[in-house]
């Protein structure tokens, strides 16, 4: 519930709009200067997350964040067609150490071919020379089931025509294969496969990813859905991860029947990646 001044605040509009345009500005001066810190650091890391919208890219990123045990400054959803710090939404979490200080780049539904565009590539080789910046690529990804439940629950335009499931299933599989046999997508920075039913669901397998990141292991951050993700599809204003975490492996059995989500996931190899990165039995038979 907010507070008495903080509804006085909002109940006068002109007042609201400069205390928000203040925070604004404060917050980009903040991410700036720790920015710079992070540039001045020895060893620090940019990490570059690219996924499908709706795979867990925000509470993925959320526990990075908080379990990153340097300084960590993060730039969501760039467009590869721009330059990596024209997001619109940041994040930082200052640290007193400078252990492990990270950049975090977040990508989303681009392929691998957006990836390697000028933009991103530029940056990254400038920071490698300048800085001696270390580069990590990882790509995000959720059982085909759940994910393509949830993109439909929340853009149903976008499944209107076969070329439009089609595509959407492209992108999919490009992303599943590289998490499968995770190689270099551009020099030689390592991918690694960030797997969203794992992380919320599996210690051991979060333990293990944050071992290889070289974070800290728990699950603060975890619980907590970030304002730029928007929330549940499912249930809109949902702002518990906890209650995602049991329902994470049965949500789309709500849209059983829909033809639209049957024939996204009615495919051969999309079944066979939800088995194998997954472990989730096929649930239909293949049409394709």
């Given at each position: 519930m907010s507070s008495p001044l903080?509804?006085?605040?909002?109940?006068?509009?002109?007042?609201?709009?400069?205390?928000?345009?203040?925070?604004?500005?404060?917050?980009?001066?903040t991410l700036h200067s720790l920015e710079k810190r992070v540039s001045r650091a020895e060893h620090y890391e940019i990490f570059v997350i690219f996924g499908m919208?709706?795979?867990?890219?925000?509470?993925?990123?959320?526990?990075?964040?908080?379990?990153?045990?340097?300084?960590?400054?993060?730039?969501?959803?760039?467009?590869?067609?721009?330059?990596?710090?024209?997001?619109?939404?940041?994040?930082?979490?200052?640290?007193?150490?400078?252990?492990?200080?990270?950049?975090?780049?977040?990508?989303?539904?681009?392929?691998?071919?957006?990836?390697?565009?000028?933009?991103?590539?530029?940056?990254?080789?400038?920071?490698?020379?300048?800085?001696?910046?270390s580069v990590r690529f990882g790509v995000m990804m959720r059982d085909p089931y759940n994910l393509f439940a949830s993109r439909l629950r929340k853009w149903p335009e976008r499944f209107s025509t076969p070329g439009d499931r089609a595509a959407q299933r492209t992108l999919y599989l490009e992303h599943a294969r590289l998490a499968l046999n995770p190689t270099p997508i551009w020099q030689d920075a390592p991918v690694v496969p960030l797997l969203y039913n794992n992380l919320i669901s599996d210690r051991a397998a979060r333990d293990n990813l944050a071992d290889q990141l070289e974070i800290s292991r728990g699950t603060k951050g975890l619980?907590?859905?970030?304002?730029?993700?928007?929330?549940?599809?499912?249930?809109?204003?949902?702002?518990?991860?906890?209650?995602?975490?049991?329902?994470?492996?049965?949500?789309?059995?709500?849209?059983?029947?829909?033809?639209?989500?049957?024939d996204m996931v009615r495919h051969s190899e999309i079944m066979e990646i939800g088995t194998r990165l997954f472990n989730m039995p096929a649930p239909f038979s293949p049409t394709d």
């Open positions: 903080h509804r006085t605040v909002r109940s006068v509009p002109a007042l609201h709009r400069i205390l928000q345009s203040a925070k604004t500005r404060l917050h980009r001066a919208r709706r795979s867990g890219n925000h509470v993925t990123i959320n526990w990075l964040l908080n379990q990153n045990p340097g300084t960590v400054v993060f730039y969501n959803n760039i467009r590869p067609e721009n330059p990596p710090y024209s997001a619109r939404m940041t994040e930082y979490r200052l640290r007193l150490t400078d252990r492990k200080p990270r950049i975090v780049l977040s990508y989303e539904d681009v392929s691998i071919a957006e990836m390697q565009w000028a933009h991103l590539t530029d940056f990254l080789t400038d920071r490698q020379a300048r800085h001696g910046a619980d907590d859905i970030p304002v730029y993700g928007h929330g549940s599809s499912f249930d809109g204003t949902e702002v518990s991860g906890a209650v995602v975490r049991d329902q994470v492996f049965s949500r789309w059995q709500t849209l059983t029947g829909n033809p639209l989500f049957e």
